[in-house]
């Protein structure tokens, strides 16, 4: 059974950095897509970035491009999504998936129904 475990999340002010991680257990990752989406409170879950199985194909959303990066280490089956100039709106759960058949690319879009697997989430907070 694949289980995905995030961690990285915490408090941070107003132009901060996190870098948060997704690490899997139980199967490799080498042909699945992976995906962060992120949850506020009293909102839907929402994609955030996506990447492809081997980095060619990496989607983000609009609002988090030029200032989140996001990467992967199959041969640690582990994603990171480096976040930069964090602000309070970027404060949510975030949470990592991954799914075998789907794609990363903007015509795919990040539906959450898409993905299959998924982690219990990080907590990200942006705060003065």
């Known amino acids: 059974q694949l289980q995905l475990v995030e961690s990285g999340g915490g408090l941070v002010q107003p132009g901060g950095s996190l870098r948060l991680s997704c690490t899997a257990s139980g199967r490799a990752l080498d042909y699945y897509t992976m995906g962060w989406f992120r949850q506020a409170p009293g909102k839907g879950r929402e994609g955030v970035s996506c990447?492809?199985?081997?980095?060619?194909?990496?989607m983000y959303a609009e609002s988090v491009r030029g200032r989140f990066t996001i990467s992967r280490d199959n041969a640690r089956n582990t994603m990171y999504l480096q976040m930069n100039n964090l602000k309070p709106e970027d404060a949510a759960v975030y949470f990592c998936?991954?799914?075998?058949?789907?794609?990363?690319?903007?015509?795919?879009?990040?539906?959450?129904?898409?993905?299959?697997?998924w982690g219990q989430g990080t907590q990200v907070s942006v705060s003065s």
């Open positions: 990447i492809n199985l081997d980095g060619s194909s990496i």
């Open positions: 998936a991954t799914d075998a058949y789907t794609h990363c690319s903007v015509r795919a879009g990040m539906a959450p129904a898409d993905y299959e697997y």
